[in-house]
């Protein structure tokens, strides 16, 4: 296939390429730099996130493109950070689905990037696709976390305001991805428990959805199939969603056994003004699991949070 991956450039992206270009794929990423291709082939195009230009020529005539584009959340929760997460997305999704449009040959798949976060906080049941209450109303929690929900809200509807009847589409509601990779979210995980501060943040009830990198490239792929007919919302998480202080407890355990300290709430604020990210990220309880998936016959290699956390680290210690 041709695989066209807008804001292909991070940690995400990095993993996608590592399973589509062995495979054979030819994989096109859309950045705001233009690269030479690197030593895998890979290309990468200029464009600007927001209007449709030269680049559009790549979707025309490719088997499928995957949008990721989006500015980072791992920052503050400013009113100007918050103006971009929302423009960066909407922007993105709004110029891919243009640009389909106009296309002769359009992609057959087109799979958007959303996130988890889109359903509400909770530590009852998890959400999955079919009963899962999304978020925005819930009581007791901090207003600014309605505008994460209505981040990803409005990042679906641009995808689904498109006006493409020839290419099938799905929004993928990530969880937490965990790669081996400087600079992820396991990377910085990992940080935590090797110097004793991975312990129970505010308790630590509050659950984390995530999915293992390898789990995440698998089930890209599977959507994009030919006879993958999924289409609309489909959850990217592992099927086991665990509190906070047993993820980290396995991760310590991954680790050798590494003590952790516990941090209350306004600790937790204050680390994370200090890393320059907000205590969301932290705190909102996330139990999410992948319904549309395992009813497709998507089989995970990482179902449990222990075997993906022992296996995760291995792959930092080879890494370092």
Known sequence: MKVVLPGGTGPVGAVLQRALVPAGHEVVVLSRSAREPGPDGVRHVQWDGRTVGAWAAELDGADAVVNLAGRSVSCRYTDANLREMM??????????????????????????MSTATIYAHTFGPAHDEATGVL???????PLYWEYSVRIARRWEEAQAEADTPRTRRAA??????MSPDRGSVFDYLCWLARVGLGGPVAGGRQYVSWIHADDFARAVVHLLDDDCAIEGPVN?????????????R????????????????????LGAFVLRSD???LLKSRRV??????DDGF?????????AARDLVRGVRERD
């Open 250 to 269: 396995s991760l310590r355990r991954a680790w050798g056994g590494r003590p952790g300290l516990p941090a209350t709430r306004w600790m937790a604020g």
């Open 289 to 294: 699991v992948p319904g549309r998936l395992l």
């Open 87 to 112: 423009s960066s997305r909407v922007d993105s999704a709004r110029a891919v689905g243009a640009a389909i449009e106009r296309a002769a040959r359009p992609p057959r798949v087109w799979l958007q």
């Open 135 to 141: 978020g925005g109303e819930e009581p007791d929690v």
């Open 279 to 281: 205590p969301e990220l």
């Open 172 to 177: 993928l509601r990530t969880a937490m991805v």
């Open 299 to 307: 089989r995970f290699e990482h179902p449990a949070w222990d075997d």
């Open 236 to 248: 990217l998480a592992a099927p086991g969603p665990v509190p906070q202080r047993e993820l980290m």
